[in-house]
């Protein structure tokens, strides 16, 4: 193959090499994302929901994935998320240190993976190999069919499929192949799990968000009175997390040390602590109905705030509602 057409196929700029051949041994074959399909929406879509469900699973053990390509080759991540969605502990050493220890960590992960979804190795989309050489259409196969099993509900985009090219070392030199790596399902309207409220307001009744926020806003300024605080602007008071926990701690319960948060954060660091513990506290009381990502309270994103607020303004709304009922006549 002409090295000009390799640029080509493989969609390269000028200056970043393409595959050599001695790279590959002879037969050997390496699949590549050309630039457009990475960038195709769906896929893009598809690694954010992925990540904000692993750091949302992974929340109280404070880790936090950026890149599903770069951060899940060695097993680390992979262990500490099967073992909590499995509720189990796997015999596997907490940190491996060279490629040898990373790699049997790896398989002792894939090895319960697989038996957990009842899959032998030759029908898994993904090995050791693809794992640890950081193949992320392996890495999507992988967390897919974990999604599947352990969180049915989450919202998976459907369909996803990207253009696939796969080189391979002959004789005769390097020889190429396109193909479509279908991601996840096809599916009906029937099938999909019921849409993101929030989603749904935002889209199809934009002129109605404000209405909504001014009922969340009422409700928290009520709990949050007794403390003398109260609440003007939904989108920017919860970025640094302070009152959302206190607002927590007001309706459930908690008694929260000032050792356990920063009652005037001074950095975004700080504030991201806050709002973690906060999302935590949320997820052990089964508040949170989607994945959130801390870092999207934070940044103000006025969606991920009240999907946030909403499970603990439904929850407490409707047990007033409860205690109002009356209880009926006397036998």
Same mark, same amino acid.
Request: hydrophobic share 40%; with cysteine; charged share 25%.
């Given at each position: 193959?002409?090295?000009?057409?390799?640029?080509?196929?493989?969609?390269?700029?000028?200056?970043?090499?393409?595959?050599?051949?001695?790279?590959?041994?002879?037969?050997?074959?390496?699949?590549?994302?050309?630039?457009?399909?990475?960038?195709?929406?769906?896929?893009?879509?598809?690694?954010?929901?992925?990540?904000?469900?692993?750091?949302?699973?992974?929340?109280?053990?404070?880790?936090?994935?950026?890149?599903?390509?770069?951060?899940?080759?060695?097993?680390?991540?992979?262990?500490?998320?099967?073992?909590?969605?499995?509720?189990?502990?796997?015999?596997?050493?907490?940190?491996?240190?060279?490629?040898?220890?990373?790699?049997?960590?790896?398989?002792?992960?894939?090895?319960?993976?697989?038996?957990?979804?009842?899959?032998?190795?030759?029908?898994?989309?993904?090995?050791?190999?693809?794992?640890?050489?950081?193949?992320?259409?392996?890495?999507?196969?992988?967390?897919?069919?974990?999604?599947?099993?352990?969180?049915?509900?989450?919202? #998976?985009?459907?369909? !996803?499929?990207? /253009?696939? *090219?796969?080189?391979?070392?002959? &004789? @005769?030199? +390097?020889?190429?192949?396109?193909?479509?790596?279908?991601?996840?399902?096809?599916?009906?309207?029937?099938?999909?799990?019921?849409?993101d409220v929030f989603d749904e307001l935002f889209k199809l009744a934009p002129e109605k968000v404000n209405a909504v926020k001014e009922a969340i806003?009422?409700?928290?300024?009520?709990?949050?009175?007794?403390?003398?605080?109260?609440?003007?602007?939904?989108?920017?008071?919860?970025?640094?997390?302070?009152?959302?926990?206190?607002?927590?701690?007001?309706?459930?319960?908690?008694?929260?040390?000032?050792?356990?948060?920063?009652?005037?954060?001074?950095?975004?660091?700080?504030?991201?602590?806050?709002?973690?513990?906060?999302?935590?506290?949320?997820?052990?009381?089964?508040? #949170?109905?989607?994945? !959130?990502?801390? /870092?999207? *309270?934070?940044?103000?994103?006025? &969606? @991920?705030? +009240?999907?946030?607020?909403?499970?603990?303004?439904?929850k407490h709304t409707q047990r007033a509602h409860r205690d109002s009922m009356p209880r009926g006549a006397p036998n």
């Amino acid at each position: 193959m002409e090295l000009e057409s390799l640029y080509d196929l493989l969609q390269l700029p000028k200056g970043v090499e393409p595959p050599a051949e001695e790279m590959l041994s002879q037969g050997g074959k390496k699949r590549y994302l050309p630039p457009t399909s990475r960038k195709d929406p769906k896929f893009e879509e598809l690694q954010k929901v992925l990540m904000e469900w692993i750091n949302t699973t992974l929340l109280p053990e404070h880790i936090v994935v950026r890149s599903l390509e770069e951060d899940m080759f060695d097993g680390l991540i992979l262990h500490h998320l099967f073992q909590r969605l499995a509720a189990l502990k796997l015999e596997a050493e907490d940190i491996a240190l060279t490629a040898a220890s990373q790699k049997h960590k790896l398989a002792v992960v894939l090895e319960a993976v697989n038996r957990s979804l009842q899959l032998e190795e030759r029908q898994a989309k993904w090995s050791v190999e693809t794992i640890f050489n950081k193949d992320l259409l392996s890495t999507l196969h992988l967390l897919v069919a974990l999604a599947k099993r352990f969180q049915p509900n989450l919202s #998976l985009p459907t369909n !996803v499929q990207v /253009e696939v *090219i796969t080189i391979e070392s002959t &004789k @005769s030199g +390097l020889k190429s192949e396109k193909s479509v790596e279908q991601l996840t399902e096809y599916s009906t309207d029937k099938d999909q799990p019921p849409k993101d409220v929030f989603d749904e307001l935002f889209k199809l009744a934009p002129e109605k968000v404000n209405a909504v926020k001014e009922a969340i806003v009422n409700f928290v300024n009520q709990k949050l009175d007794r403390l003398g605080l109260s609440v003007q602007n939904l989108d920017t008071q919860f970025a640094d997390g302070v009152i959302l926990l206190l607002l927590i701690g007001q309706l459930e319960g908690f008694f929260l040390h000032l050792k356990e948060f920063y009652l005037t954060p001074n950095s975004p660091a700080e504030m991201l602590h806050n709002v973690t513990l906060a999302l935590e506290l949320l997820k052990d009381e089964g508040l #949170l109905s989607c994945p !959130v990502s801390p /870092e999207d *309270i934070v940044n103000k994103d006025a &969606k @991920s705030t +009240l999907r946030v607020l909403y499970g603990l303004f439904c929850k407490h709304t409707q047990r007033a509602h409860r205690d109002s009922m009356p209880r009926g006549a006397p036998n």
